[in-house]
């Protein structure tokens, strides 16, 4: 995944709510991550989903390396 760029990859919701399919063009085509703020503060990040196959993949096999989850570790990655 490319880093994000702070120029073209932080946007408003509101913004997002009327230029949509070209913000998520934008992400298919830059592989960038695009982080949505509300009231000036960040509120979601929306990825394209070959990406975040591969951060679900990296965390499973972090978690199985090692040896699963314990309660005692934190939230697993399904209750973020």
């Not at 913004?15 to 830059?30: C, D, G, Y």
């Amino acid at each position: 995944m490319s880093r994000l760029n702070i120029e073209e990859d932080i946007r408003p919701l509101s913004e997002f709510r009327a230029n949509t399919a070209a913000l998520v063009k934008q992400v298919k085509n830059t592989g960038r991550p695009l982080v949505l703020t509300q009231h000036g503060k960040s509120t979601v990040v929306l990825l394209d989903v070959s990406h975040y196959e591969s951060l679900l993949s990296s965390i499973e096999s972090y978690e199985g390396s090692r040896g699963g989850f314990s309660e005692e570790s934190g939230a697993a990655y399904q209750d973020l």
